[in-house]
């Protein structure tokens, strides 16, 4: 059976809410269901239902622009137990008969979720996943399934569906000098970064206090902890001053129930936003999943989070992204170079981590697990680049003698 999601008596039968809160999602998509019942919607999410093994959903937007969304949700009800069941959820793009693929990432409370070009498998899915196509779409097909293909009570829901415009990237300034007298970290202290990690993320940053000449004199090292706020923060040019509250994160000192569960990159763009940082080196293991104190996912913020960081960038301030777990999907690192340089962000893998690369011209470090992290040095960020045309001159100098 398929059914259309238009403004019609249909409609009326099939919402178990109001027309009117169906009106700006029927504006901007047309939407057709297969095998599923549309059992609830708002301006931008749908809530699905089916008795059925394998069900779709075709989405077809009104007006051009990029297409987002959110999975979330997922699961069944059934008197039989299914200790092996597993779901697939396969999105397939196209614009002019062309097939476009999307892009997602999977961030550390999702790790048991595989991915394959436009495939999702999984046992459920915590929190939510955000999808979203680099190109213009005329219709986007997202089919369901289950594993063991048996006809339970599945359910899922689709949010933050919307059209935006490509958002602008301002370019990352470059850093003029090697000596940095205000410099800020931000460090994302949710529960997915574990014991381990979180001991060696402070270890490096506490080699950088002692080893940069961030905390000398009037030189000033903010290091910022976060979660769905600001858990702590501590401001300092007295390196034993830092090093102590270092301590208290790798100590775990600063968590709390509600703090831990969630990730707010805005509380700390709006913080580095406020001091004006010269240098703001942001370390997450996930995407932005809290807003304005409730769960909002990152596609909800993502036009808001882009603007944030081009007011740093224009602000003078350069950024450098420590991150985890968070390119699994390829293409999710184009997601993550439009927070810094875009298509010109210079990236390094975490695999070819090691002590002697220098990161004053890096942008983003992409790697899986902060193992890796012990093998870097942040302060090689300060490590001047030898000017080349000086060495010239020497050597021909040289060269006469």
Known sequence: MTKHLVLSVVVCITFLIPLKATTNIAESFKITTHNVNVKESTESSINLR????????KLEPNREGKVIFSLSGIGYTSTGRFPNLTFGVEITGYHLDEVVY?????????????????RLSFRRIHGSIPVWFNDQ??????EYSNSLSVNVHQYLRISDLKIISTPDVSENPDLT??????IMIAVDGSSSIDKAERMIIGNQIMD??????????SHNLCVLEFGSDVKSIVESSEKKVLLKAIKSYKKNKNRSRKSISWTNWSVAFDEAIQRKPEIFIFITDGWSNWNESQPSSFIAQYEELISKSNTLKANGTRLLFVTSNMDRHENAKTVLSKFLNGDQTRQLNGEMANINIGLHNIDLISMQGFSKMSELNLASIFRCPVNEEKLVEVVEYMGEE
């Open 177 to 182: 000098s090697c000596k940095h007298s205000n």
């Open 137 to 142: 779409v005329d219709s986007i097909k997202i």
């Open 102 to 118: 999307p892009s997602f990432s999977i961030d550390g409370n999702n790790s048991d979720t595989q991915a394959e070009k436009n």
């Open 50 to 57: 089916s008795e059925n093994d394998s069900y779709s959903i």
């Open 208 to 217: 950088f206090v002692r080893q940069s000449h961030a905390a000398k004199d």
